[in-house]
């Protein structure tokens, strides 16, 4: 992702050799990061080591405002969490990297799903 200060907001795509030039800023790597899966995903094509990590956050709204106002970009999927999409920020896909990621739930037809877990389903509908 990258923001309207960033030189490269203008372009189509990103080649994986133009990643370790750019400036980075990162997440806090918890279980549920897609930073702590990265090199597990990735297939070897992105070693997040090489990566200039100009900075590190928990805070989304710190995340937001580097993105917005400096020349930093952030690796992530390319889904743009609703609440974001007010935000002047650009998925800027990377040549030749393929959609990897696969998302689903195993339901036995056996059981009734409660409440709760219909609603998660709905919202997980929603956002796909």
């Not at 203008?10 to 930073?35: A, C, I, T």
Request: proline share 5%; hydrophobic share 40%; glycine share 4%.
């Amino acid at each position: 992702y990258v923001g309207p200060c960033h030189p490269l907001y203008y372009e189509q795509s990103v080649d994986f050799s133009e990643l370790q030039e750019l400036k980075f800023v990162r997440g806090v790597r918890d279980f549920f990061s897609m930073e702590h899966h990265l090199e597990t995903v990735s297939m070897g094509l992105i070693d997040t080591k090489n990566l200039n990590h100009a900075a590190y956050t928990n805070s989304d709204h710190l995340t937001v405002n580097l993105l917005l106002y400096t020349d930093v970009c952030s690796l992530g999927l390319d889904f743009m969490y609703e609440p974001y999409s007010q935000y002047d920020l650009k998925a800027l896909p990377i040549n030749g990297c393929e959609p990897f990621l696969q998302v689903g739930y195993v339901k036995d037809p056996a059981r009734i799903l409660s409440r709760q877990a219909e609603w998660i389903l709905e919202k997980f509908q929603q956002m796909l």
